[in-house]
């Protein structure tokens, strides 16, 4: 025997054993302890220790009775009306049982999600195990009884939450006469105890219906619940519930639907008719992937006929006998839905209410246009686009029907100069249908494009679950063509992207991204030179950077990622090109992409169609010669200075043909269906529409769309603590609405960064003539610097107006266009008044027990806007949402501070303190073991015992100093317990803190 079980047993022996057993010990009910009501990986469960058995029903009747335990769901039943799930003996096995027929049991069916609790009586009869005479229920039930919830207890309520807590009843019935006593019923709630990772609602994840490559209608899911045995039932356009008095008016318009009429359907006798399998079922096992074809369908008619499409036809079903079976072909609000159903009846149901649409056979692919680096800007609300008819433009948000952007983040496609407007109208005027068939996908350039293509992955994912199809085409420009290689090409292909268009994608790099990546130069354009440059500086200045250039090698991967991988630099001075990769900055990236293996791997995987631009035989960077630099301190060119570059001669810049950007021979995908227009690189989305549109779906459009209209642009960013918006000369405003706290975007393809972001800046594409006003907003004190430019393609305009802004500091400039003037014309009042706040919750001074759950519940107010709200709580404080539900178990006895902090937009502060105490009752002292046993805290079963017997004796002593000794005595027995590894650290702190709290209060 241990030494260490020794002295416990020693211990035991000396310091109190035979409260165990003394006649002193009363339990808080004498039949049923210890009951824990939670999840494990087999499903939701309670479980409980049978102590005792209720007494013979003494009334004289001597047929068939029974002796039940009743178990209720947020609420008890003091009325003796036999509801809940019952857990009964049966052949000597216990299970839990639930009568959901109305048979005997009357019209009294209720169900959990409607009524919390289901209703009826067992479903049991006399039988000659029991014989004549009352079983005595603890001679069929075990001393500990685990057993788990049958689905069918809850069949719209498949996953419970901390908040839900059972009930118990000992009850005894009489067959065929009902309740003839409530022996005990225990008013204590005991609470669910969810898992880390809970049950889904569904069993079933990524629900997929569609056609397979051989025509047959196909179903596939993820099975997430633990392992059953059921059936997987399916009906067009209607919707399925497989619970006795479930209803459904059908759609009579479409005259199909698959429904259970009046609480019964005389079509559907038998749930094995509706399955895609033999009868009996299938067997589904957690964390597996099926796809089964369907076999069998079902559809309303006015006649009641019941139809399966097996009767008919063979299995599997095709398309065409599917949509014989439904007398047409499918439209595009056509839906299935489906329901998991035991392949016993009445065992448990899973509804799911969802709709699966079938893509509308329409010959083509879903779309997905993926724009280029700085092709994509965060947009925090509403975005500009054309409509495809009338050409003009209208306000849309992500995720709403005319979309093309899904809500998968804040970011839209080029919102500034509207690259791809051209491209995506001649699309919808070709029949894709924004939102359905057509998507944007904007991305966050600056990150590896290994990330973005993990990204891409997401949204055709999306896309697909959209469209109810198995692939889409994707149209990529410039870098775009990268993100979707690394993905087409990478490990975690999906086999999803049927054909793939490239516009001007640099496949071996730009000698252009050289001078970017190596000094921070090299933008062609005014525009990218502005753009570029003060974005890229705020961003620096942002992340803490005093260095742009080193911001730009350590914040923007994708830049690196564009640099060529074959030999573009000379010596100037013997004008021999150096082998890469020596003495050249490396892109490992393209070099991955380009080896054998993965070119093999995009050509086998996808069809592919390389748009090349040209733009002239001497348009495009192509060499470039190189001296070291005379200046080795500043951190550029580190691999060689352009000739002559400093004093704007030849610079060492060698051109030759491509689109501007990127050289012909890195466009070039040897292999490839590649063919050459004649554009520049930011026109190829335009000029190569209808040759993207031919490619896509083989007719090429008659119409070309070209309605770019940017002439010039005003472009306005501040360097400040503050924030701003623009008013316009004709009264239309860009920005920041202070007092709504959300964003003014009433310019017609005006963009607003949003005032969340790490820059913040406004661009106005042909900007009217006037003045503007422009109002800043101190949001902290410091000197501020506002930039306007006015761009066009010959010049470029630049005014700065410069000051000190305070957090209650409102200014308004003026600036007029075509002029250098900016004027500082006013400063308002300041703003002096802090927020506003109100406690609900917690209570000042009261004393809560750690049973109790708190809710965090406060009120902040400011007549010009809350800005930030920060709560804190506990005796080492820590955040707190508000309508946050504190578990007080898991806090420290003692007083405890709930602390909230607000500002407003100007930055004037307010702080309120509120008080509380966290204590023990004898009660709460009592329910604490209990917690602590069911958490694992309390290892031994005979110490959790001792320990309510010693609790138990603490409440009923008649005065203070009986009740000290027996606090005393049980701080003892936590102390040895944890000596003696009994009982955990987190036991031992709580224990011992209830008792110090108890003994100080004495």
Not at 713 to 725: E, R
Not at 970 to 979: A, K
């Amino acid at each position: 025997m241990a030494l260490r079980y020794k002295l416990f047993l020693f211990f035991l022996f000396f310091t109190g054993f035979f409260f165990i057993f003394s006649d002193r010990a009363v339990a808080a009910n004498p039949y049923i302890q210890n009951v824990i009501f939670s999840q494990d990986e087999l499903g939701d469960y309670i479980e409980f220790d049978w102590v005792d058995a209720p007494g013979q029903i003494d009334d004289g009747y001597y047929g068939c009775q029974r002796n039940l335990v009743a178990i209720w769901l947020d609420r008890f039943n003091p009325n003796g009306v036999i509801e809940g799930m019952t857990i009964m003996p049966d052949s000597n096995s216990v299970s839990l049982v639930g009568d959901f027929m109305s048979g005997n049991a009357g019209s009294s069916y209720s169900g959990f999600g409607n009524s919390g609790f289901a209703s009826g009586r067992p479903t049991s009869n006399c039988s000659s195990f029991f014989g004549p005479q009352e079983p005595v229920l603890s001679e069929y039930l075990p001393r500990h009884l685990k057993t788990y919830f049958n689905p069918a207890w809850l069949p719209q309520q498949l996953s419970f939450s901390a908040e839900d807590f059972i009930t118990i009843q000992l009850l005894g019935l009489q067959y065929n006469t009902g309740l003839i006593k409530i022996f005990a019923h225990d008013p204590e709630q005991y609470f669910y105890q969810p898992s880390t990772n809970p049950f889904p609602a569904l069993p079933f994840e990524n629900l997929q219906f569609g056609f397979n490559e051989n025509s047959e209608l196909t179903v596939s899911f993820d099975w997430v619940h633990p392992d059953r045995n059921g059936l997987l039932l399916v009906g067009m356009n209607g919707s399925i519930n497989y619970s006795n008095g479930s209803s459904f008016e059908p759609d009579l318009s479409k005259n199909d639907s698959f429904i259970f009429e009046g609480g019964g359907n005389n079509n559907l006798n038998q749930p094995n008719w509706l399955n895609y399998w033999p009868s009996g079922g299938s067997q589904f096992n957690r964390g597996e992937h099926y796809e089964l074809s369907v076999r069998q369908l079902h559809r309303w008619t006015p006649a009641r006929d019941f139809t399966s499409c097996s009767i008919h036809y063979p299995c599997p079903l095709q398309q065409y006998q599917v949509e014989a079976f439904m007398g047409r072909e499918f439209l595009p609000d056509d839906y299935i839905t489906i329901s998991f159903t035991s392949s016993e009846p009445y065992q448990y149901t899973f509804n799911n209410e969802t709709k699966y649409y079938f893509q509308p056979q329409q010959g083509i692919d879903p779309v997905i246009v993926i724009p280029g680096i700085l092709g994509s800007w965060p947009v925090p609300e509403l975005s500009w686009q054309i409509d495809p008819v009338s050409l003009q433009p209208f306000l849309t948000s992500a995720g709403v029907p005319g979309s093309l952007h899904l809500k998968l983040s804040d970011l839209r496609v080029d919102p500034i100069l509207g690259v791809y407007d051209n491209l995506f109208v001649a699309l919808q005027r070709a029949g894709y249908i924004a939102g359905e068939t057509l998507f944007a996908f904007p991305y966050e350039w600056r990150q590896s494009n290994v990330i973005t293509a993990q990204k891409l992955e997401e949204m055709i994912a999306e896309v697909k679950d959209i469209c109810q199809c198995g692939r889409v085409d994707l149209v990529a420009h410039s870098m775009g063509g990268l993100v979707a290689r690394s993905y087409i090409q990478g490990p975690d292909y999906q086999d999803d992207v049927d054909q793939l268009v490239f516009l001007g994608t640099p496949h071996l790099g730009s000698p252009k991204s050289y001078l970017q990546w190596e000094a921070l130069e090299g933008f062609d354009s005014d525009l990218e030179k502005v753009l570029a440059k003060a974005v890229f500086k705020l961003e620096a200045l942002k992340h803490g950077y005093l260095n742009t250039l080193n911001y730009i090698r350590d914040g923007i991967l994708s830049l690196e990622q564009l640099l060529p991988i074959y030999d573009y630099l000379k010596e100037s001075s013997t004008g021999e090109l150096r082998s890469y990769p020596t003495d050249y900055p490396i892109n490992s990236f393209l070099e991955i992409l380009n080896n054998d293996v993965a070119l093999n791997l995009l050509k086998n995987r996808v069809e592919i169609i390389n748009i090349e631009g040209d733009a002239g035989d001497q348009s495009t960077l192509n060499f470039i010669r190189v001296e070291p630099d005379p200046d080795s301190e500043d951190d550029k060119w580190i691999h060689g200075i352009p000739e002559n570059f400093e004093n704007n001669l030849s610079q060492g810049l060698e051109n030759g043909p491509g689109d501007g950007t990127v050289p012909r021979s890195s466009q070039d995908l040897p292999g490839a269906n590649s063919f050459v227009i004649s554009s520049g690189h930011s026109e190829l989305p335009t000029n190569a529409q209808q040759d993207v549109i031919e490619e896509l779906i083989g007719i090429r459009p008659t119409e070309f769309i070209d309605l770019s209209f940017v002439r010039k642009l005003l472009f306005i960013n501040i360097k400040s603590p503050a924030d701003f918006y623009i008013l316009a000369p004709d009264g239309k405003r860009l920005g920041k609405d202070f007092l709504t706290d959300n964003t003014f975007n009433e310019i017609p393809f005006g963009y607003y960064t949003g005032f969340d972001t790490d820059i913040e800046f406004v661009t106005i594409p042909n900007p009217l003539d006037g003045d503007y006003k422009i109002f800043l907003r101190g949001t902290d004190e410091g000197e501020y610097e506002l930039e306007v430019n006015l761009i066009d393609d010959n010049s470029i305009v630049t005014g700065i107006e410069g000051g000190y802004i305070v957090e209650d500091l409102e200014e308004t400039l003026n600036v007029v266009l075509d002029s250098s003037l900016r004027e500082v014309i006013e400063v308002k009042p300041e703003d002096q008044t802090p927020p506003s706040i109100v406690i609900s919750s917690p209570q000042e001074d009261k004393v809560y027990t750690r049973q109790d759950f708190l809710t965090i519940n406060y009120l902040v107010t400011d007549d010009t806007g809350v800005q930030d709200v920060e709560a804190t709580l506990g005796s080492e404080p820590r955040g707190v949402l508000n309508g946050e539900v504190v578990d007080l178990f898991f806090e420290d006895i003692g007083t405890h501070t709930l602390t909230i902090t607000a500002k407003d937009y100007l930055s004037n502060e307010t702080t309120l303190t509120m008080s509380f105490e966290v204590g023990v009752t004898y009660d709460s002292f009592t329910k604490d073991i209990k917690r602590a046993y069911g958490l694992g805290w309390i290892k031994n079963k005979t110490i959790y015992n001792t320990l309510l017997t010693q609790a138990g004796n603490v409440k009923k002593a008649k005065n203070n100093l009986a009740r000290r000794i027996q606090l005393q005595t049980i701080t003892s027995l936590v102390s040895t317990f944890y000596n003696l590894g009994f009982i955990t650290k987190e036991g031992y702190n709580l224990l011992n803190g209830d008792v110090g709290y108890l003994i100080g209060k004495l």
